[in-house]
């Protein structure tokens, strides 16, 4: 008589810390939930180097405000002269010249309707 241990069908899986699936031991990513399990996948890479800080002006809230107290400040933005021009499209934003009627002014009578169908046959 052999005693088999029965969780021994289990060897070489492994739970997953964050949902309990169970899965091989050393899978890298959980195929339950997505999961990563090791750095292996990840790059290592050097942080950026630090910028210069740049200074900006600091701004007063209450210039923004609806008070006519304060007066508006003067601001500038970056402009371009650059001009894009887009093609290959096929929406058309035309306005037509016909003036349709609005279907709230449209008078029933007017309507040219096809007689309905008998389908009692």
Not at 4 to 18: E, I, M
Not at 75 to 86: G, K, P, R, V
Not at 91 to 103: A, G, I, Q, R, V
Request: aromatic share 4%; with cysteine.
């Amino acid at each position: 008589m052999t005693d088999v241990d029965p969780l021994s069908a289990l060897k070489g899986y492994a739970t997953c810390p964050v949902c309990g699936c169970i899965e091989q031991v050393g899978s890298v990513r959980c195929s339950e939930c997505g999961t990563f399990h090791s750095g292996v996948h990840l790059e290592e890479r050097a942080a950026p180097p630090p910028n210069e800080v740049v200074e900006r002006e600091v701004i007063d809230p209450s210039v923004y405000s609806l008070s006519d107290s304060r007066a508006i400040p003067e601001e500038e933005f970056e402009e371009s002269e650059e001009i894009s021009s887009w093609s290959g499209g096929s929406t058309d934003f035309t306005m037509s010249d016909e003036d349709e009627k609005p279907l709230s002014k449209i008078n029933p009578d007017e309507l040219d309707l096809p007689e309905p169908e008998d389908l009692t046959n």
